[in-house]
Structures are given as structure tokens and as C-alpha cells.
């Protein structure tokens, strides 16, 4: 099968909608977070609930250092906020659209079963 080239004309016109590398390497960092099943856990359920490291430890049954690495992890790409409590912290996910990336992900998926 013989490959088609695109138009100079086409191409240039591609080009121009194409994403800023600054946009791509920014995008690929936020995808990363959800990257891996133990931060999809917590992702999701900090999309249900505030919480801090000890609560997401029992209810996820995973050791306090391993959430809190994650957790690391997550806030560094901004995927989720912190605020202190005397001497605990609680976790959130940052914003809405994060619940809404983890909605659209398992739609598509129980679409395409």
C-alpha cells in the first residue's frame, strides 16, 4: 500500500491547530498522573471526599508512605490541593475537571468493552 503525502497546504493548516511543545510536555505531566493504579485510587477518592494520608491509608488498605509519595506526586502536577488543620493535612483534588477527566476515562471505557 503506497503512502499519501498530505499538501503543502494541508500540512501548513495542520500545523497551525497543532498543540505548543510548552502545551504537549504540560499535558503529558498531567496525564501522568493518571498514569498509575494506586494515584487513580486516591484520585478517586478524593473526588468523593476530603481526606488526610491516615484516612486514605485505611480506606484504600495502602501504607501511609506509599499514599503520601503519591500524594507528592500529585500535588507537584497540581492534580490535587492541600490545606492544613493544625497538625493534619487534608487532601483534595484541585478542581472539578479532574473528577470529570476520571468520569469521561471509565465512560469510555465501559463504551468500548
Not at 13 to 26: C, G, H, Q, V, Y
Not at 32 to 58: G, Q
Amino acid at each position: 500500500m503506497g503512502n499519501i503525502l498530505l499538501s503543502i497546504e494541508k500540512q501548513n493548516d495542520l500545523f497551525e491547530f497543532m498543540p505548543a511543545n510548552e502545551t504537549t510536555e504540560k499535558l503529558a505531566n498531567f496525564f501522568s498522573a493518571f498514569s498509575d493504579s494506586t494515584r487513580i485510587k486516591i484520585i478517586s477518592a478524593l473526588c468523593l471526599n476530603e481526606m488526610c494520608v491516615t484516612d486514605i491509608s485505611k480506606l484504600l488498605n495502602i501504607n501511609q508512605t506509599t499514599v503520601s509519595h503519591q500524594l507528592k506526586f500529585l500535588k507537584q502536577y497540581g492534580a490535587v490541593t492541600s490545606r492544613r488543620d493544625g497538625k493534619v493535612i487534608f487532601y483534595n483534588i484541585s478542581c472539578n475537571d479532574i473528577n470529570e477527566v476520571m468520569l469521561n476515562g471509565v465512560n469510555y471505557l465501559l463504551d468500548n468493552a
